[in-house]
């Protein structure tokens, strides 16, 4: 049986969009020979299509969208995930379901059973929990076919569910699985993935066809990597990451395959690269925008985005402002010239010391002679936010935000000041991981100027500032961070592994009392385990460690 | 059996205070007489605590507070709501657990079944659904223990779950029926609250103790209306509405009761001005903040933000800030100024022309001579923005947001403008509901002065602008979007009923191409069943009605 993975990049509701994409690689798979073609989950409406499941319309159009591409399943079985409404009263009214059309029709139908919701995922919110297993049949072959998280439950020291349907479709003797996926990035997912599908084919000794989506939905990145993987556990086929793709496998050549394929040889820099590019391109292409615009204040920060903005939409799609004020080094200027001129961005430098001047005497009547403190600070930031607004509004740019996550971790920026932005490039990457993006970045040739990659980082606020007036060194800070937001640490569990125990209260702290503050920041593009945004949703109001 | 119901305001992951809260009410009841207290659904950490349920040290400080209190209960039961260890190691880590306390020690633990993941609620994210239900017992009563969800499975049409965990404990003759809650209050609520606990002592031919929270959790607000309803369904206790309150009942008296008490008589709109109130007292008492700011435009969002602001805080912990622009009218000012010292509230004025034409004069070698547009009134809202922000930096204030609802929703405000603030009071209230909370406010005297109530809605950004210049009628708005926010209709529905079809359409197509200013939004006091915010989840690039 000759099976095609098309690991695709969905519109969310772009029903249309959705399914051209799909009717258009059934044509080429049949041209090629192909039995059967598999989409992967929720693929007619995109994923996570979040609450617009909650309305009666949207269903009504996906199951549209699976009927017309049943008409097209006359000459090739075609599997695709789409909501499915639920017959039973009692219980959610949806299924998320993995159909088999075939012979023109619904031939077939998987609904998933184990509903991840945690992190980022919220799907018992709108499905019920499937208990009903049996293998669909297609061309004399019994396929145990399953959706997502369906295969995640196998081989874990502490399981988050109490059954695997695995073990009930291992009992009807099929042939093979097939798991329709939108397992969203983070640095470690491939190596997870590939680990978990080998940890099945060789559970249940069969072999297992994963299909994956691809591409940018505003905060979650998909890197596809679908994979073909052999019952003895051999990878005979990962598809790349970060492209859409259509590839064919003959089922029956999976036992012969000798060795890994190792397509993605990717470090994890490499990846949180890619995955960053992919990210500020489909945001934009799927707002139908091409036009983004960003401060550079002569630290990395701005220069890492720049570039990646330069690289996923064309230097050409990028413009510059360079925004010196009073406390502003001289350097902060020439090094963001340097760095737009090196690489093809355009860039314009609006000086903010009239405004700042002029914000200053305004306030003045109210503020007397109060000394200089965070106030101004915040002024000089927020002038930089609101003409950085102005040329969005005027000019048709989305504004990229700078932020890092050890900045946006502890709160380390202004509200409506640098904090503004559609979009947070670097917000879940680690400044001492910012530092690591400019070396990749550089590693053929000096396109970040190395005087903006070795310079103390300051916020150039106020005279002589850096950032370690206020904070920790960044070395230090992150891995705090990193023990306290991905390893879910306590304080006294931090301090054990030899931190010292007043940063590491001063810390957490800082984490806890500035959730006001992220709660309004931009989506955050994903690409560690545990990212600001819907994956980490935490009390404004708490009152722990803070 | 004397039950004492304490329906109390927590504090999430205060767990002193709340420790020290409940250690009180324990005394008190002890010292009525009491036989037993009840505590509501997780009010050891507070509700909702979110993701710091993830955190096994804020786990152990809940089950320390547990233990603590077992220690008070040697001459009284205790039923107080924690979350609690699953024992078995497939499924999610922590039940959402009622623990009954008695002869100093947990004498009974009950597992909450039906978990809420909908709307504001993410219950499946942190707890294993109970399936095994069992009576506990205390001082000879056979008590049947729930935990808020459990019993809302009852009588509906379309139920959200497979059974009912009181269809299993009505086989194990249970005396009575005793539901620990944290049920947030909206305008609908305290309704079906009484009907659904009616629903189950009827279909369960059992008293019931209802036991809920008060207070407000940044957007969500309990209102308490705690009950308790015989076994014919007569309620013949209603705890006051956003109140603290412990009152004690006797439980072989409840069959003589004869009539409702009726002690909560108020409308929608008198109910959700309490809510307000409520909201914005605990969101300054819980951050630790005592002064609020906003600004006054002349129009009634802003007017009716200030007297709620100053009902709740005291007029001596609220300021106004006056901004004129070039294009605001005399009356903007005048009408402001009246209303503050009508109801004794500080007030500066501070004009914006200055900070305007400097912003026009920055901006004028990037602009050249194109013309003036929304960027230019987008300034406006910004310098505004701005100017309040460092009021609240240099003087410790909070900034409250005066956005309503129908504005929320079509994006007609300025992202880092007038969309500034820590909390958003009024953007679950629609614009037609704001005149309603106006003339409620009004209805004794003219605290709010007529004209600001009677003139034509204006952002006043640019000359003669009037709202209806880019909106339909609010009255008409309000309808088209009611039927698509709260009740999910599609275009098509709601054009049936009888909405102009064009009007319609452009309407859906502003709420959706407006997610991504809704995602940098504060947190919106939630008083509707569907508020923006964590209770309405979409996607910001779909595209779908849009």
Redesign the interface.
């Known amino acids: 049986m000759r099976i095609a993975l098309a690991q695709l990049n969905f519109?969310?509701?772009?029903f249309e969009?959705n399914f051209s994409k799909m009717e258009a690689r059934v044509q080429e798979a049949k041209e090629a020979g192909a039995d059967l073609i598999v989409f992967p989950e929720l693929a007619v409406c995109?994923y996570?299509?979040?609450?617009?499941l909650?309305?009666?319309?949207?269903i009504d159009k996906c199951e549209e969208v699976v009927n017309r591409l049943a008409a097209f399943s006359k000459d090739i079985g075609i599997i695709v995930g789409s909501p499915a409404r639920n017959p039973v009263?009692?219980?959610?009214?949806l299924f998320n379901a993995a159909f088999l059309l075939a012979d023109g029709k619904i031939a077939g139908q998987a609904n998933k059973a184990l509903?991840p919701?945690?992190d980022i995922f919220?799907e018992?919110?709108y499905f019920e929990p499937n208990d009903q297993f049996s293998v669909v049949e297609f061309r004399g072959k019994r396929i145990a076919l399953t959706v997502c998280e369906d295969i995640w439950n196998v081989g874990n020291?502490?399981?988050?569910?109490?059954?695997c349907p695995m073990d009930t479709l291992r009992t009807q003797s099929p042939d093979l699985m097939i798991n329709i996926s939108a397992s969203p990035f983070d640095y470690g997912q491939a190596h997870d993935r590939i680990e978990v599908v080998r940890a099945n084919t060789l559970a249940y000794a069969l072999p297992m066809i994963y299909v994956n989506h691809v591409g940018a939905?505003?905060d979650l990145i998909f890197d596809g990597g679908s994979l073909a993987v052999s019952a003895g556990g051999h990878v005979f086929l990962e598809m790349p990451y970060f492209e859409e793709a259509l590839h064919i496998i003959e089922l029956e050549k999976a036992e012969s395959y000798t060795g890994a394929p190792n397509v993605n040889g990717k470090d994890k820099i490499g990846l949180i690269h890619d995955a960053l590019l992919s990210g500020i391109r489909?945001?934009f292409g799927?707002?139908q925008f091409n036009k983004a615009i960003l401060g550079l204040s002569g630290g990395i920060d701005s220069a890492v985005t720049a570039l990646l903005a330069a690289r996923a939409l064309g230097p050409e799609h990028v413009h510059c402002v360079l925004m010196p004020s009073p406390f502003s080094s001289g350097h902060s200027v020439s090094d963001s010239e340097a760095l737009c001129r090196r690489n093809g961005i355009s860039y314009?430098i609006?000086p903010?010391d009239?405004?700042y001047e002029?914000?200053v005497?305004?306030?003045h009547?109210?503020?007397g002679d109060?000394s200089f403190?965070?106030?101004e600070e915040?002024?000089q930031a927020?002038?930089r936010?609101?003409?950085l607004?102005?040329?969005c509004?005027?000019l048709g740019y989305i504004l990229l935000n700078t932020t890092n996550k050890s900045e946006a971790a502890v709160g380390y920026g202004t509200?409506?000041g640098d904090l503004?932005g559609?979009l947070a490039v670097l917000a879940d990457v680690y400044k001492t991981e910012v530092y690591q993006l400019a070396s990749y970045i550089n590693k053929d040739s000096e396109l970040i100027p190395e005087n903006i990659i070795h310079k103390a980082p300051s916020a150039e606020l106020r005279p002589n500032q850096t950032d370690q007036d206020s904070l920790p060194p960044y070395d230090l800070l992150d891995q705090i961070l990193f023990q306290y937001i991905e390893k879910?640490q306590?304080?006294?569990?931090i301090i054990d592994k030899g931190f010292d125990q007043e940063i590491v209260r001063k810390t957490l702290r800082m984490v806890n009392r500035n959730e006001?503050k992220r709660?309004?920041?931009?989506?955050v593009l994903r690409v560690s385990p545990k990212a600001f945004g819907?994956g980490?949703?935490?009390?404004?109001?708490?009152?722990?460690?803070?």
């Not at 519109?11 to 772009?14: A, K, L, P, S, V």
């Not at 306590?490 to 569990?493: C, G, R, T, V």
């Open positions: 519109h969310i509701g772009n969009h995109g996570p299509p979040r609450d617009f909650e309305f009666e319309d949207f009263v009692e219980g959610k009214d509903l919701t945690y919220d018992y919110r020291e502490n399981p988050l569910y109490k059954s939905q505003t489909d945001y799927k707002l314009t609006i903010i009239n405004m002029q914000m005497a305004q306030m009547p109210v503020f109060l403190d965070v106030t915040n002024m927020r002038i936010g609101m003409t607004m102005a040329m509004n005027k509200l409506y503004c559609g879910h306590s304080p006294e569990d006001w709660f309004q920041m931009a989506p819907m980490r949703r935490m009390p404004i109001e708490g009152q722990y460690l803070s």
